[in-house]
């Protein structure tokens, strides 16, 4: 990855009354431009897409930009990518007053929940943004998109604090909390929505704040966690699945932790052989984490028979994480290096406001 800073960089050294804002461009539609010849959409310069937003210019922020070269289509986004966005916050941590990563929009929740636990105590904001539209496009979300994230990230309260400090997901009308958040549409611009936490501010004609949901840290110095296992996946559950295909995705190699997406309030076929199947599975060390297939709701294990025992096999709630939180923060435990034991442990526990437990 390589930088490309704007000529204003110095400024923050010497006009800092101002509010001073890094914009971490990763790639995505919000930087596409269209091929003449191809009609395909394409990456273009981030000072391109800097010129096409001449209002920015109007917010009397000191803004400087570091760039991925190339640009990242969100669908190749993985782990060592969270892992440059989280060096750069880390690096300019205290130069600068907020942070907006502008990023593709189909991995946009999985890079918000693992940077929510790769960037521990973080108390200043981080606002991710994107668009369903290139920001050349007439109709484009982009513009406003992007002109918003700067001034959420530039947002103070009356006592002089950010407003946001957080990780958080700002698409069209909402900023949502970026761990509790998903993509629900591929065509609308309201592209996102947290169904189990409420939006941290709603944008009309002014930002409606919601205080009472933001989280408010106490200053502490901030801790980048860089490490993040892969050796986890998905296993969602089909009607017709059989105790073959389960006990072969239950042996893929080197795997460590798996979130089950379940029926309902995380209920699962209760055939004897399904359930020894997990069952071996957990005893031989793997971390199981069930989730619902839902986008509202959470896992209630006790509410069906079902439920109870995936639970008696070893199964670890979920509770009502997003399948997005579920799977980064296996990655997160495991790249700490923790036993499968304090991995459940801490599955069980909110770290930084990614599950509401009972």
């Known amino acids: 990855m390589s930088a490309s800073w704007s000529n204003n960089l110095n400024l923050t050294t010497t006009m800092n009354n101002r509010p001073k804002i890094l914009i971490i461009y990763t790639g995505g539609t919000i930087g596409m431009i269209e091929n003449p010849e191809t009609h395909a959409l394409q990456p273009f310069d981030f000072s391109h897409l800097m010129d096409n937003v001449p209002k920015v210019k109007k917010l009397d922020y000191i803004i400087d930009n570091y760039q991925f070269e190339p640009p990242i289509d969100s669908s190749n986004m993985d782990p060592s990518h969270w892992r440059d966005i989280a060096l750069t916050i880390e690096q300019h941590y205290d130069r600068y007053d907020g942070f907006v990563v502008l990023h593709g929009t189909d991995t946009m929740a999985f890079t918000a929940s693992a940077l929510s636990f790769m960037l521990e105590n973080l108390c200043k904001p981080v606002i991710i943004t994107g668009s369903q539209l290139p920001i050349g496009e007439v109709r484009t979300d982009g513009e406003e998109n992007l002109i918003t994230a700067l001034q959420v990230a530039a947002a103070r309260d009356e006592r002089g604090r950010p407003r946001v400090q957080e990780v958080a997901i700002l ?9 509790r958040a998903t993509k629900m549409s591929a065509d609308n611009f309201n592209a996102f929505k947290s169904f189990n936490y409420p939006e941290l501010a709603e944008i009309g004609l002014d930002i409606e704040y919601n205080t009472p949901y933001l989280r408010q840290m106490p200053p502490r110095p901030l801790k980048v966690c860089t490490d993040m296992d892969s050796n ?94 579920a799977i980064t923060k296996l990655m997160f435990l495991f790249g700490m290096g923790y036993s499968a034991s304090m991995v459940k442990k801490y599955m069980a526990s909110d770290l930084c406001g990614e599950v509401s437990i009972p």
């Open 171 to 179: 698409f069209e009308n909402y900023l949502w909390r970026g761990n």
């Open 232 to 325: 986890v996946m998905f296993l969602e559950l089909n009607p017709g699945m059989t105790k073959q295909t389960l006990d072969y995705l239950l042996h893929t190699p080197g795997i460590k932790g798996i979130v089950l997406k379940t029926y309902g309030a995380g209920n699962s076929p209760s055939h004897p052989w399904f359930i020894e199947c997990i069952r071996q599975a957990v005893e031989r060390g793997l971390v199981i984490v069930n989730v619902t297939q839902c986008v509202n709701g959470g896992v209630n294990c006790s509410l069906y028979e079902t439920g109870n025992s995936l639970t008696s096999a070893g199964v670890i709630s979920g509770f009502d994480m997003t399948s997005e939180a």
